[in-house]
């Protein structure tokens, strides 16, 4: 029997007339649950119940806040393995890379209850004699978020907490294709006491429920994390109303391989960042950049290294990659691959359909050798187990390709010079630059974003979040 589950306002869940089967994309017959899909005018519900809670949310004292933060933290812990494997279920992740994800959730929220309480502002003299200045970090109303499929805890997470935290109140609308974890931390969040209206949850389409949050006069600000489009029509309609917008979007990230690096590490590195989580990270590494002199030994072990790796159900032991996460996201690998393999001077390697015993969207691993930084599948986001290998001369031709992209997320290097590392640093127009380590797996308490198409807005992540959660006000006072 399938449970259907409705929506959450103002503390309590209410059914809606129409769902959605979420289906395990390692099973087709494995059903995890039916998930409402919301009218647009649960929106407004949903923001009526914020707007309510907002003051009342927005004076409580950061104890309580960090309280509740913490609370929903060992929630979260608590309950690890049942979420990890509903995540790996409903989104096809490994169990342990599912794992990893809700511990990464449980840490997101633990460190921002210690942020709630690190309220900080700013005291000083002004220009004019016996006047100060006192500046103040308030709150901004209601915070709309629009989350991504790939990672269905840490990003509602990494949204959530923050905008709770500086006291904001939450309207979170979860990627249709993985309500189910969405639901099981809006239970945590419910469990751990937070006042009515504080969290809400509104799931549906993205066009319909995405939209309908963008466009409400009554959401503060937005912040959304998915494709490069989508991102820019949220941005479009957020910002006519001016609303306060914070984008994160696609990758093209480079990982350069110098000849001088270590081919063990290099090898590790392209693995993880183009081929875990199944390639479907905005942080994956899809252009391999790799020095002439190094080429061959790093392909050769590369397609070594990835007839090892096990494509398969995402809850079996035995598994390094699980499956592609709906159809559609395999037609779109597929229509790549195609596109590779009939240029003349490229080569697939991988990047095949392959059975197992349960019906899922299984994809082996993809290396196009040959490739050009001009191919379309190395100028466009592919967000699947497809990397390109793109050979270069020297350093400095690496630098120029790497750079050559609409995209600006992370890029990163594997080297063994200090100068190359240094240099790379400095050069390198990104967001975010990873020195013998993989493009992909972040901090929690660092600053995250990129540059050019792949970021607009404020950093999400760490202390930076702040500067999209809050606005400062600025008082002049003649005691
Ligand atoms: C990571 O690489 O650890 O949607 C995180 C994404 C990114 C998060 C990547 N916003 O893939």
Same mark, same amino acid.
């Given at each position: @029997?399938?449970?259907?589950?409705?929506?959450?306002?103002?503390?309590?869940?209410?059914?809606?007339? %129409?769902?959605?089967?979420?289906?395990?994309?390692?099973?087709?017959?494995? &059903?995890?649950?039916?998930?409402?899909?919301?009218?647009?005018?649960?929106?407004?519900?949903?923001?009526?119940?914020?707007?309510?809670?907002?003051?009342?949310?927005?004076?409580?004292?950061?104890?309580?806040?960090?309280? /509740?933060?913490?609370a929903v933290?060992a929630g979260i812990?608590a309950q690890?393995?049942?979420? *990890?494997?509903? /995540?790996?279920?409903?989104?096809?992740?490994?169990?342990?890379?599912?794992?990893?994800?809700?511990?990464?959730?449980?840490?997101?929220?633990?460190?921002?209850?210690?942020?709630?309480?690190?309220?900080?502002? %700013?005291?000083?003299?002004?220009?004019?004699?016996? =006047?100060?200045?006192?500046? #103040?970090?308030?709150?901004?109303?209601? &915070?709309?978020?629009?989350?991504?499929?790939?990672?269905?805890?840490? $990003?509602?997470?990494?949204?959530?907490?923050?905008? /709770? #935290?500086?006291?904001?109140? =939450?309207?979170?609308?979860? *990627?249709?294709?993985?309500?189910?974890?969405? =639901?099981?931390?809006?239970?945590i969040?419910?469990e751990a006491?937070?006042?009515?209206?504080?969290?809400?949850?509104?799931?549906?389409?993205?066009?319909?429920?995405?939209?309908?949050?963008?466009?409400?006069?009554?959401? *503060?600000?937005?912040?959304?994390?998915?494709?490069?489009?989508?991102?820019?029509?949220?941005?479009?309609? #957020?910002?006519?109303?001016?609303?306060? !917008?914070?984008?994160? @979007?696609?990758?093209?990230?480079?990982? +350069?391989?110098?000849?001088? *690096?270590?081919?063990?590490?290099? &090898?590790?590195?392209? $693995?993880?960042?183009?081929?875990?989580?199944?390639?479907?990270?905005?942080?994956?590494?899809?252009?391999?950049? &790799?020095?002439?002199? $190094?080429?061959?030994?790093?392909?050769?072990? @590369?397609?070594?290294? @990835?007839?090892?790796?096990?494509?398969?159900?995402?809850?079996?032991?035995?598994?390094? $990659?699980?499956?592609? !996460?709906?159809?559609?996201?395999?037609?779109?690998?597929?229509?790549? /691959?195609?596109?590779?393999?009939?240029?003349?001077?490229?080569?697939?390697?991988?990047? %095949?359909?392959?059975?197992?015993?349960?019906?899922?969207?299984?994809?082996?691993?993809?290396?196009?050798?040959?490739?050009?930084?001009?191919?379309?599948?190395?100028?466009?986001?592919?967000?699947?187990?497809?990397?390109?290998? +793109?050979?270069?001369?020297?350093?400095?031709?690496?630098?120029?390709?790497?750079?050559?992209?609409?995209?600006?997320?992370? #890029?990163?290097?594997?080297?063994?010079?200090?100068?190359?590392? %240094?240099?790379?640093?400095?050069?390198?127009?990104?967001?975010?630059?990873?020195?013998?380590?993989?493009?992909?797996?972040?901090?929690?308490?660092?600053?995250?974003?990129?540059?050019?198409?792949?970021?607009?807005?404020?950093?999400?992540?760490?202390?930076?979040?702040?500067?999209?959660?809050?606005?400062?006000?600025?008082?002049?006072?003649?005691?």
């Amino acid at each position: @029997m399938t449970s259907a589950t409705g929506i959450y306002l103002d503390g309590a869940w209410h059914d809606v007339a %129409e769902h959605r089967e979420n289906i395990n994309p390692s099973d087709h017959r494995d &059903v995890i649950g039916l998930f409402g899909r919301a009218e647009r005018s649960a929106v407004d519900d949903a923001v009526d119940a914020a707007s309510g809670a907002f003051g009342p949310w927005s004076r409580t004292s950061p104890q309580r806040r960090a309280d /509740l933060l913490e609370a929903v933290a060992a929630g979260i812990t608590a309950q690890a393995d049942d979420l *990890a494997r509903l /995540l790996a279920r409903e989104e096809g992740k490994t169990l342990p890379e599912a794992k990893g994800e809700v511990m990464r959730a449980a840490h997101i929220f633990r460190f921002f209850s210690g942020e709630a309480l690190r309220v900080v502002g %700013e005291r000083q003299a002004s220009t004019r004699e016996g =006047v100060t200045v006192n500046l #103040a970090r308030e709150p901004l109303g209601v &915070v709309g978020i629009i989350a991504p499929w790939n990672f269905p805890i840490a $990003i509602p997470a990494w949204k959530a907490a923050p905008a /709770l #935290a500086y006291g904001n109140t =939450v309207v979170l609308k979860p *990627a249709e294709l993985v309500p189910a974890s969405a =639901v099981a931390l809006t239970r945590i969040i419910h469990e751990a006491g937070f006042p009515p209206g504080v969290f809400n949850l509104v799931t549906g389409s993205g066009a319909v429920i995405g939209d309908a949050i963008a466009a409400h006069p009554g959401i *503060a600000a937005v912040t959304f994390t998915g494709s490069e489009p989508v991102g820019r029509r949220v941005a479009q309609t #957020a910002v006519a109303r001016l609303a306060e !917008v914070q984008l994160e @979007m696609g990758g093209k990230n480079p990982l +350069i391989v110098l000849a001088d *690096a270590e081919l063990d590490i290099a &090898v590790e590195c392209a $693995i993880n960042g183009a081929f875990f989580s199944t390639g479907q990270r905005c942080t994956a590494s899809s252009r391999l950049i &790799v020095e002439d002199a $190094i080429h061959d030994r790093f392909v050769e072990r @590369m397609l070594a290294r @990835m007839s090892e790796l096990r494509v398969g159900h995402a809850l079996d032991d035995a598994t390094d $990659i699980g499956p592609v !996460v709906d159809e559609r996201q395999l037609e779109t690998d597929l229509r790549y /691959l195609g596109i590779a393999r009939e240029a003349t001077h490229s080569e697939v390697h991988g990047g %095949e359909v392959v059975e197992r015993t349960t019906p899922g969207n299984f994809l082996t691993p993809a290396l196009i050798t040959g490739a050009r930084n001009d191919d379309q599948v190395s100028r466009e986001e592919v967000f699947g187990p497809v990397a390109s290998v +793109i050979r270069v001369g020297d350093y400095d031709e690496a630098v120029t390709v790497a750079g050559d992209t609409e995209f600006g997320l992370v #890029a990163g290097i594997c080297t063994t010079s200090l100068r190359a590392s %240094e240099d790379f640093q400095s050069r390198s127009d990104t967001g975010m630059v990873m020195v013998n380590l993989p493009t992909a797996g972040v901090d929690p308490h660092v600053a995250f974003g990129g540059r050019k198409g792949s970021s607009f807005g404020p950093r999400e992540q760490g202390t930076h979040a702040r500067d999209f959660f809050t606005q400062t006000k600025t008082a002049y006072v003649r005691p």
